[in-house]
């Protein structure tokens, strides 16, 4: 089998052995070199040759942003994942590290109580990712998942109906996609955007407030109880879920802390299918780059009721995971590359609602 070859970089003793050991647990991993800050790391990756490097934020010599960015000047493709600390600091530090080119990022455990739930939380965080970015490190003669053609129902040409929002689910990758799409809409944009990043807390309220910065729209950590309204974008807050309710003549943000689903919480299938139930077919539901299959099961009720699925392209996406889900299944309207993504948003939800405002106009 091909092993997936990691480099670790932190300048903590305990952590690199914690990384090691934890990683090192997996068939299909193996830590082949370690370094305790980023000129060392610069140093060995032509020796070791390694797949993706895991690389800490805080470290003498050079630090995870400086060594990042050489990274990516002379190793564009090399995959890196980022290991930080769940703080204010590490959320700004990640953002701007994943800004600059970083492929995804892990929060370092603390206050766990003891080493044996330390390195099983690493393995059960980091080992997905690391394989979601080297999927060419497959045991031999496994086989690759059979494509499952989409229907021609789903696939075919529909007739564009009212859209009264967009929901939107990302994972690894989605901060930058959504970094992407978010700014280039326009601040006259006709129905209320709800998004579902896979971030944990405080990380989610940054980039809500980056996003903010960046865009015409006003963009903002969802509330419980916040009135749902065109030229609003709402980011489900780290851990819990985001759901829509009817309370009298507004729709409002309601956040519960229910049982994850897809291992996550906020989980994209969750948003989805709250926002079926008040809005029925008149939904688009985008799905970006992200590991995994969240948001799949949500999709089907939209698409049912002929509602729009708009997923990100295999070659613009991070991890083609969450939109590769929806794909097999044939669920997808419509298939575009981020950088399209933007104006696909803007088109839809802009047409269908000068349409509706036509035919209103015309029955006066």
């Given at each position: 089998?091909n092993?997936?070859?990691v480099l670790?970089?932190?300048?903590?003793?305990?952590?690199?052995?914690?990384l090691?050991?934890?990683?090192?647990?997996d068939?299909l991993?193996?830590?082949?070199?370690?370094?305790?800050?980023?000129?060392?790391?610069?140093?060995?990756?032509?020796q070791?040759?390694?797949?993706v490097?895991?690389?800490?934020?805080?470290?003498?010599?050079?630090?995870?942003?400086?060594?990042?960015v050489?990274?990516?000047?002379?190793?564009?493709?090399?995959p890196?994942v980022?290991?930080?600390?769940?703080?204010?600091?590490?959320?700004?530090?990640t953002?701007d590290a994943?800004?600059?080119?970083?492929?995804?990022?892990?929060?370092k455990?603390a206050?766990?109580?003891?080493v044996?739930?330390a390195?099983?939380?690493?393995r059960?965080?980091?080992?997905?990712?690391l394989?979601?970015?080297?999927?060419?490190a497959v045991?031999a003669g496994?086989?690759?998942?059979k494509?499952?053609?989409?229907?021609?129902?789903?696939?075919g040409?529909?007739?564009?109906r009212?859209?009264?929002?967009?929901?939107?689910?990302?994972?690894t990758?989605?901060?930058?996609?959504?970094?992407?799409?978010?700014p280039?809409?326009?601040?006259?944009?006709?129905?209320?955007?709800?998004?579902?990043?896979?971030?944990?807390p405080?990380?989610?309220?940054h980039?809500?407030?980056?996003?903010n910065?960046?865009s015409?729209?006003?963009?903002?950590e969802?509330?419980?109880?916040?009135?749902?309204?065109?030229?609003?974008?709402?980011?489900?807050?780290?851990?819990?879920?985001?759901k829509?309710a009817?309370?009298g003549?507004?729709?409002q943000?309601h956040l519960?802390q229910?049982?994850?689903?897809?291992?996550c919480r906020?989980a994209?299938d969750?948003?989805?299918?709250s926002a079926?139930?008040?809005?029925g077919?008149n939904?688009?539901?985008v799905v970006?780059?992200?590991?995994g299959?969240?948001?799949?099961?949500g999709c089907?009720?939209?698409?049912a009721?002929g509602?729009?699925?708009?997923i990100?392209?295999?070659?613009?996406?991070v991890v083609?995971?969450?939109?590769?889900?929806v794909?097999?299944?044939?669920?997808?309207?419509?298939?575009?590359?981020?950088?399209h993504?933007?104006?696909?948003?803007?088109?839809?939800?802009t047409?269908?609602?000068r349409?509706r405002?036509?035919?209103?106009?015309?029955?006066r």
């Amino acid at each position: 089998m091909n092993k997936i070859r990691v480099l670790v970089v932190d300048d903590s003793t305990v952590i690199r052995r914690l990384l090691t050991d934890s990683l090192s647990s997996d068939p299909l991993i193996e830590v082949v070199g370690t370094a305790a800050h980023g000129r060392i790391a610069l140093a060995k990756i032509p020796q070791l040759n390694p797949d993706v490097i895991t690389l800490d934020m805080e470290m003498p010599e050079m630090d995870g942003i400086e060594t990042l960015v050489e990274i990516r000047k002379l190793y564009p493709k090399l995959p890196v994942v980022m290991f930080s600390t769940l703080t204010e600091r590490g959320a700004t530090a990640t953002l701007d590290a994943l800004a600059k080119g970083a492929n995804d990022y892990v929060t370092k455990p603390a206050n766990v109580g003891s080493v044996s739930v330390a390195m099983q939380r690493v393995r059960e965080e980091m080992i997905p990712r690391l394989k979601s970015l080297c999927p060419s490190a497959v045991a031999a003669g496994t086989a690759a998942p059979k494509r499952i053609v989409p229907r021609a129902s789903a696939n075919g040409k529909r007739a564009l109906r009212r859209i009264d929002a967009v929901v939107i689910g990302s994972s690894t990758g989605g901060p930058n996609a959504l970094q992407e799409i978010i700014p280039r809409l326009p601040a006259d944009f006709p129905v209320p955007i709800l998004a579902v990043q896979h971030m944990p807390p405080i990380f989610t309220r940054h980039l809500a407030d980056r996003l903010n910065h960046l865009s015409q729209l006003t963009v903002t950590e969802a509330n419980h109880g916040d009135p749902v309204h065109a030229g609003g974008v709402w980011i489900a807050p780290g851990d819990f879920h985001m759901k829509l309710a009817r309370v009298g003549n507004e729709v409002q943000v309601h956040l519960d802390q229910g049982i994850p689903e897809n291992s996550c919480r906020p989980a994209v299938d969750v948003l989805f299918r709250s926002a079926h139930s008040l809005y029925g077919g008149n939904l688009l539901a985008v799905v970006l780059t992200g590991m995994g299959q969240d948001g799949t099961r949500g999709c089907e009720p939209i698409q049912a009721s002929g509602g729009q699925i708009l997923i990100q392209d295999e070659a613009s996406s991070v991890v083609w995971g969450m939109p590769a889900a929806v794909h097999r299944a044939g669920l997808e309207t419509s298939i575009q590359p981020l950088s399209h993504i933007a104006s696909e948003i803007d088109r839809l939800a802009t047409n269908s609602n000068r349409t509706r405002l036509t035919g209103a106009l015309a029955c006066r």
